[in-house]
């Protein structure tokens, strides 16, 4: 094996010129140069799958005793090392974040998710440029990279078609490929998709079969292989990040129907057979404790006899789920074994990026945004059970119930978000790499985190921890490597002191032994009384012989306690956790929170073809009155379609065309819609349209009186009762001219949203109206610039 001829401390390795005699006649038998070489790694650096699925709990997989199938989770581990004590962050972007730098989120700005953002920088969702990603590292060390799947850490105000693309996989972010999604979530049968940083469009539609997760798989495969057979030398680094099993859980329904009956018990049985199992496959200790269900969780048999069957229903549904994942990711696997390069390449299925999400309410969801808007009593029990049908299916944006969650985290305390407990952020992890692990089927117990992937990964391509990338000094990795765990199993752990926080909710791991606190609960969305940060009590735990944080020692001994509390605050001082932010809804509010915004002022003007623009690229128009001019262009034949959409089917609002007649649509939630229509039909030639929403006032989401206008002449009215008073959707987006995604209204279909006119122009103002409903052309542009 040749030696490395290259010093890669610094990044991009530095160009260096081959001494020799220059030759005036290239035919001069002197004339020789070194062959030029593609840059590759180190020899014997292996190829690297990372596996992260999304929002599931250490108790939800089969593979670490869960009733999940997950077949091919457990052929890893028969062939390679399961995890039992791998830690997240207890969210979903903070641990993305943390995965592919090697460094705690706070460090990198990811102190919760990019939609909560602020401008204290462990919290700003800005990755510092002194903290390269992993991708951005191995590519210039020559490794071939891609990510396929969810990418949760562009800042909101860097989401719009516009940029800049600093944070994006495929620019900043050191992918040379990406294809799949920005943000927290998406629709599993209708995505919006991008192809680096370019949006398209998924290739198939939900009757046609189209899933995300089969789509992601299709690109991977296809890029394992042709990346084999272009450069067969050359190692990858491919990170599959599928949106599942976030929610909405969408599955095809024979997907789901696998589990009828399978969940009759309830989740508190569930826990027990979980625990059972757990134990029985070794993945937890003989002597460990099922811990207590808590009493903001209510007991399976104190729920409503008449919502158990949709109760059920959504963990069918959710298992289903998983297993589909599992099978998908199973295609990636069977293609890398295909090529017959298994053995040299290290593979990390982590399952969840956090504990399972209790973010479902108590009796879960048909539409998840209900919750988040505060609505969540819309969804009765009896709309509930005449939707049981439906859900995982394109026709909703279905969530289990908080109860589930907390059985998919067995045996341990709470779930996603809190960051305090193991059930928040430990997660079942396997590593598989026949050419570097000797042993097969093994268990490792030393305490691992996800700033621990980075290192070990770097270690394991015989790659330093470079020092300068892209011409900045960068600062240290902050994980140690998982490698020596590799053949010894019993080596003492290397990594012994982390802390955890989000929201608030927070703890400290040193030499087996953790200090916690919990200070909010994770479905109470809006509201709700949250205690002073020296009101929260803290628990203490000697994991050492108690696994799953069962025994609360913190009255016997409370010295310990005290230095563990210390410990914590020097830790959190060190990677820029303070100040302590346990805002809700204030942190959705850029003003409030602090990060810039794309959008300025009262007034946005907007273009026929624009779309695909989050909401945090739009004005909003929530909890206010607004008003929407176009200015259009109707040919003889007349117009039709959509001239602004905002959101989906799940909720939004559109105003359009049909038959002739301008329409404004308010969808809420999927649930309810109010139509207004104009009395006549738009007259051919130019004209302006314009709707106004005198909002009611007195709080959030409240209704208000509609009209619409024809060049200033109103021609219609109606009311909309109420309004959905913080979000429209996690993927939706705003389209002038078009609407993608699904639609807002059943009245046009995406496929005939198309607008058959010219819209000129779209201006949306929000706040007092101050002209005679008919902007003048001529007026237009200097009074948007005023109001901006």
Not at 162 to 184: H, K, L, N, R, V
Not at 400 to 419: C, E, I, L, S
Not at 467 to 492: A, C, K
Request: proline share 7%; charged share 20%; aromatic share 10%.
């Amino acid at each position: 094996m040749n030696p490395d001829r290259h010093a890669r401390a610094m990044l991009p390795i530095p160009d260096r010129a081959q001494p020799g005699p220059t030759t005036y006649d290239a035919k001069d038998p002197d004339t020789v140069y070194p062959p030029i070489e593609p840059l590759a790694p180190p020899p014997g650096a292996p190829n690297v799958l990372i596996i992260l699925v999304d929002d599931a709990g250490f108790g939800s997989a089969s593979a670490f005793g869960g009733p999940c199938n997950t077949p091919n989770a457990e052929r890893l581990a028969a062939g390679g090392l399961t995890y039992n004590r791998f830690h997240t962050t207890a969210l979903c972007a903070p641990t993305r974040a943390a995965l592919l730098t090697g460094r705690n989120h706070h460090s990198v700005g990811m102190g919760s998710i990019t939609e909560t953002a602020t401008s204290a920088p462990g919290n700003s969702s800005l990755r510092p440029n002194t903290k390269a990603p992993l991708p951005m590292t191995l590519k210039l060390n020559g490794y071939s990279t891609a990510q396929f799947g969810k990418c949760h850490e562009v800042p909101v105000w860097q989401s719009s078609p516009m940029g800049p693309f600093d944070a994006w996989p495929s620019a900043g972010g050191g992918f040379e490929t990406f294809y799949g999604f920005i943000g927290g979530e998406n629709n599993q049968w209708d995505p919006a998709l991008y192809d680096g940083t370019t949006p398209v469009e998924p290739p198939a539609t939900p009757e046609e079969g189209y899933h995300l997760t089969e789509d992601l798989a299709d690109h991977a495969c296809n890029w394992i292989r042709t990346q084999k057979a272009l450069m067969p030398d050359k190692p990858f680094f491919v990170y599959f990040a599928p949106g599942a099993t976030h929610a909405p859980h969408h599955v095809p329904k024979e997907w789901a129907d696998k589990y009828a009956g399978a969940f009759a018990d309830g989740w508190d049985v569930q826990r027990e057979k979980t625990f059972a199992r757990q134990k029985e496959l070794g993945v937890i200790p003989a002597d460990a404790e099922l811990t207590p269900r808590h009493e903001e969780i209510p007991a399976w048999d104190d729920m409503p006899e008449e919502l158990k069957p949709v109760l059920e229903r959504e963990m069918e549904v959710y298992a289903g789920f998983m297993e589909h994942t599992d099978h998908h990711i199973g295609r990636v696997i069977d293609t890398i074994e295909d090529l017959g390069i298994l053995d040299d390449t290290i593979i990390y299925y982590i399952i969840g990026d956090n504990g399972a999400s209790a973010e479902g309410t108590l009796n879960g969801a048909f539409n998840e945004m209900a919750n988040f808007n505060g609505m969540a009593a819309l969804e009765t029990p009896e709309f509930m059970a005449s939707k049981i049908d439906e859900f995982g299916s394109p026709t909703s944006y279905n969530h289990y119930a908080v109860g589930w969650a907390w059985a998919m985290d067995a045996p341990f305390q709470w779930t996603k978000q809190v960051a305090s407990h193991w059930g928040g952020t430990r997660n079942g992890t396997i590593v598989h790499w026949p050419t570097g692990i000797s042993e097969k089927g093994g268990k490792r117990s030393q305490f691992t985190h996800v700033i621990d992937v980075a290192p070990t990964i770097l270690e394991a391509a015989g790659l330093p921890e470079p020092t300068v990338v892209n011409g900045v000094q960068q600062s240290r990795i902050e994980g140690t490597s998982m490698l020596y765990t590799f053949d010894h199993p019993d080596e003492p752990e290397r990594h012994d002191l982390q802390y955890f926080e989000m929201f608030g909710n927070r703890g400290i791991y040193h030499k087996g032994w953790s200090a916690v606190t919990k200070h909010r609960t994770p479905w109470v969305m809006l509201g709700g009384v949250i205690p002073a940060f020296h009101d929260d009590v803290w628990e203490l735990y000697d994991g050492n012989v108690d696994y799953s944080q069962a025994h609360d020692l913190s009255v016997e001994q409370p010295e310990r306690l005290h230095h563990l509390q210390r410990l914590w605050l020097i830790e959190a001082t060190k990677y820029n956790v303070l100040p302590i932010d346990d805002r809700g809804a204030e942190r959705l509010n850029p003003e409030l929170a602090g990060r810039p915004t794309l959008i300025r002022g009262t007034s946005q003007l907007l273009v026929s073809g624009m779309g695909r623009l989050s909401e945090n690229s739009v004005l909003s128009i929530k909890n206010r009155s607004f008003s929407v001019t176009a200015e259009l262009e109707v040919p003889d034949a007349g117009a039709n379609g959509v001239i602004i959409a905002q959101g989906g089917r799940f909720g939004g609002w559109s105003l359009y065309i049909k038959e002739g007649h301008a329409k404004f649509v308010y969808n809420v939630l999927g649930i309810q819609e109010f139509r207004i229509e104009a009395s006549e039909p738009l007259e051919r030639g130019q004209s302006q349209v314009r709707v106004e929403f005198a909002y009611d006032g007195g709080g959030l989401g409240k209704g208000g009186e509609v009209a619409i206008y024809y060049d200033g002449r109103k021609v219609g009215t109606g009311r909309v009762g109420e309004t959905q008073a913080i979000i429209f959707s996690a993927d939706e987006t705003t389209d002038i001219g078009y609407e993608s995604g699904t639609a807002v209204t059943a009245d046009y279909t995406p496929a005939t949203s198309r607008f058959t006119g010219r819209i000129n122009w779209v201006q949306l103002d929000v706040g007092a109206d101050d002209n005679d409903h008919f902007i003048d052309p001529e007026e237009r542009l200097r009074i948007a610039m005023a109001r901006q």
